[in-house]
């Protein structure tokens, strides 16, 4: 349920209706928007009255139910705005939101070796990516496969955030990792197999990184958007979502579906910035370009893409990994798109 409150209500009132709903056993969240102030109630309120409510306060304009089962999530929720994610990194705070700069993502699937990937993290940086992404923690299909340099590799990241000014995206894994990738990492990566962790959903959600959520390669959209009210109830509301590509009947030429619709079908249903990955999401470089500009045209807020400096030597995903010269051109192209919609960075970032 959530209670609208009328423009100019004064910050005492929503402090007393507030512990009015508490002593009702009910958990109030105040959620203030561009234009107004709304208060979104979790608890228990199926047996309520919503003209009962009304009658508390001369500065409710409404009070309206929640009916997605993903509350928090809910556009409704937020009566309909839009949520920012602000994340800091050392080059200065980065915003995903619906009316904000597409914000890019780029790098190697798993951290290699030092030098890959600070020179990794220079070129997509020079080329306009403002996050390095590079898994430390790999979650591989075989046990035999590279599995990631794990704690050393989290070095290797501070040492490529310092020389690129990138903010750091690493998967976690394991709820024990959390705080130690939390301390080098500016946004913790949920991967597509950990999206039903709900132990390890809960604990992201009770710290302060925000949390790119991949959705789970047979998990449905109302499960994705379930999983980010695990983390949202525990705490957190600064969560991306990040399409990845689903399982679907043909995984002949691409090795996942890139479900583009999720686009326009998620921004019916939740408040929660959307990136997607068109690297995982085909499973092959020749593809990336054109799903990476389809995904701006459709809506993307952010595109999450694999760059090695040399994609056939690469110990993990080499074959949907784009040269950085391959990534610097795609740019160039996503810049047209981006700028048509209104939505790319009016400083261009060269280092
Ligand atoms: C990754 O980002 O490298 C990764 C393992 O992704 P996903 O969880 O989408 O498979
Ligand atoms: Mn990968």
Same mark, same amino acid.
Not at 41 to 47: H, I, M
Not at 56 to 66: F, G
């Given at each position: 349920m959530i209670v609208v409150m009328k423009p100019g209500s004064p910050e005492a009132e929503i402090i007393r209706i507030s512990k009015e709903f508490e002593d009702w056993g009910l958990t109030p969240e105040k959620i203030v928007g561009k234009h107004k102030v709304v208060i979104g109630?979790?608890?228990?309120? +199926?047996?309520l009255d919503r003209l009962q409510i009304q009658e508390?306060?001369?500065?409710?304009?409404?009070?309206?139910?929640?009916e997605r089962p993903f509350k928090r999530a809910s556009l409704e929720f937020r009566h309909g705005e839009s949520s920012e994610v602000v994340v800091s990194t050392p080059d200065g705070p980065v915003t995903f939101g619906r009316d904000r700069p597409v914000v890019l993502i780029a790098g190697p699937c798993s951290v290699e070796n030092e030098e890959m990937i600070v020179e990794t993290?220079?070129?997509?940086?020079? +080329?306009?990516?403002?996050?390095?992404?590079?898994? +430390?923690? $790999?979650p591989r299909t075989s046990p035999y496969s590279f599995q990631g340099h794990g704690e050393s590799a989290l070095a290797l990241l501070a040492a490529a955030r310092e020389?690129?000014?990138?903010?750091?995206?690493?998967?976690?894994?394991?709820?024990?990792?959390?705080?130690?990738?939390?301390? #080098?990492?500016?946004?913790?990566?949920?991967?597509?197999?950990?999206? /039903?962790?709900?132990?390890?959903?809960? $604990?992201?959600?009770?710290?302060? $990184?925000?949390v790119l959520l991949k959705r789970g390669m047979s998990a449905t959209i109302d499960e994705w958007l379930m999983a980010a009210e695990y983390i949202l109830a525990a705490g957190?509301?600064?969560?991306?979502?990040?399409?990845?590509?689903?399982?679907?009947?043909?995984?002949?030429?691409?090795?996942?579906?890139?479900?583009?619709?999720?686009?326009?079908?998620?921004?019916?249903?939740? /408040?929660?910035?959307?990136?997607?990955? @068109?690297?995982?999401?085909?499973?092959?470089?020749?593809?990336? @370009?054109?799903?990476?500009?389809? +995904?701006?045209?459709?809506g993307a807020d952010s595109l999450?893409?694999?760059? /090695?400096?040399?994609?056939?030597?690469?110990?993990?995903?080499?074959p949907q990994s784009l040269t950085p010269e391959?990534?610097?051109?795609? #740019?160039?192209?996503?810049?047209?798109?981006?700028?048509?919609?209104?939505?790319?960075?009016?400083?261009?970032? $060269?280092v």
């Open positions: 109630l979790v608890g228990d309120t +199926a047996s508390i306060s001369p500065w409710i304009e409404q009070v309206l139910r929640v993290a220079r070129r997509v940086r020079a +080329a306009g990516a403002r996050f390095l992404r590079g898994g +430390a923690y $790999k020389a690129s000014g990138l903010g750091i995206i690493t998967e976690v894994m394991d709820t024990a990792d959390v705080e130690k990738i939390a301390e #080098v990492a500016d946004v913790l990566q949920v991967g597509a197999r950990n999206m /039903h962790n709900f132990a390890l959903l809960k $604990k992201v959600g009770s710290q302060d $990184k925000p957190n509301s600064n969560i991306i979502l990040c399409e990845r590509g689903i399982r679907t009947f043909d995984r002949k030429y691409t090795r996942n579906t890139l479900d583009l619709s999720v686009l326009p079908v998620l921004r019916n249903l939740t /408040h929660l910035p959307i990136a997607i990955d @068109p690297s995982h999401g085909t499973g092959w470089s020749e593809y990336v @370009p054109d799903m990476a500009k389809a +995904a701006i045209a459709a999450m893409i694999e760059v /090695h400096p040399n994609p056939a030597k690469a110990l993990s995903d080499g391959a990534f610097d051109r795609l #740019v160039g192209e996503l810049s047209v798109i981006g700028k048509a919609l209104g939505r790319w960075s009016k400083e261009e970032v $060269k």
